[in-house]
């Protein structure tokens, strides 16, 4: 079946360190993208990929990074200059034509800061 | 400013009954779309609905439709006959066209919380 995977789907990690967050989708989806969701904030995004080799910052790319060298294949990594990272993280993917493209969603990776 | 406003935190209706979850935008594009979530406690998110900014009928799917007044920039969800599966968190989202490019992200609200009871 087609979809977007995010692995893993719980994740801790200790103060100052790295993290890298998983997605995979083998939609043949151009874009994709990476939300953070944290109680009553609904979903904020940190950054989106329209094709392979290109991304852009969202409205909170403060801490986080990506890279998206292949098309199904976009990693988020939450460094530690992210002081708040604990929240629950959507990435998801369009076809990436016309203004009533929906998105596709995975289950989420929750992380938490021990 | 925000560009979706949801204003109901919470909301609670009895099974059967319909029940209607309130959204605005603001945007000075002529060209936008609208789009409404439902993320159960699981946390995946559920595409629901759709309505563009030109299109001349209110949006449905099934038990869903979509009361589009263009004119005061709403675009309220109404989900008829509720069923206890109804029961999660309901996002309303807007795609603008201004400056659109293929893949432009959604911005979201921040939710409405939806109970439904026997």
């Known amino acids: 079946d087609g979809g977007i995977t995010q692995s893993p789907k719980y994740l801790f990690r200790k103060e100052g360190q790295n993290v890298t967050l998983s997605c995979e989708q083998n939609?043949?989806?151009?874009?994709m993208y990476w939300y953070r969701q944290d109680p009553g904030q609904g979903l904020r995004l940190i950054y989106y990929?329209?094709?392979?080799?290109?991304?852009q910052k969202g409205d909170i790319a403060e801490g986080y990074s990506v890279s998206r060298e292949k098309k199904e294949s976009f990693p988020l990594t939450v460094t530690s200059a992210q002081k708040n990272p604990t929240a629950f993280y959507l990435c998801?993917?369009?076809?990436?034509?016309?203004?009533?493209?929906?998105?596709?969603f995975g289950q989420g990776t929750r992380l938490t800061v021990v | 400013a925000q560009k979706i406003t949801q204003t109901q935190p919470g909301m609670f209706v009895q099974e059967k009954e319909a029940v209607t979850l309130d959204c605005t935008y603001d945007?000075?594009?002529?060209?936008?779309?609208l789009f409404w979530y439902k993320q159960p406690s699981s946390g995946e998110m559920i595409f629901l609905i759709y309505?563009?900014?030109?299109?001349?009928q209110n949006a449905t799917e099934g038990r869903y439709s979509l009361n589009f007044q263009k004119a005061r920039k709403s675009a309220n969800l109404v989900i008829s006959a509720s069923q206890l599966g109804d029961s999660a968190m309901y996002f309303c989202?807007?795609?603008?066209?201004?400056?659109?490019?293929?893949?432009?992200?959604?911005?979201f609200g921040k939710g409405t919380t939806l109970s439904v009871s026997s």
């Open positions: 998801a993917s369009t076809r990436g034509q016309g203004m009533n493209t929906e998105a596709f």
């Open positions: 309505q563009g900014s030109y299109d001349q």
């Open positions: 989202a807007m795609r603008e066209g201004l400056g659109y490019q293929a893949g432009t992200a959604l911005i």
């Open positions: 990929s329209q094709i392979v080799n290109d991304f």
């Open positions: 945007t000075s594009d002529p060209s936008y779309g």
């Open positions: 939609l043949n989806h151009d874009a």
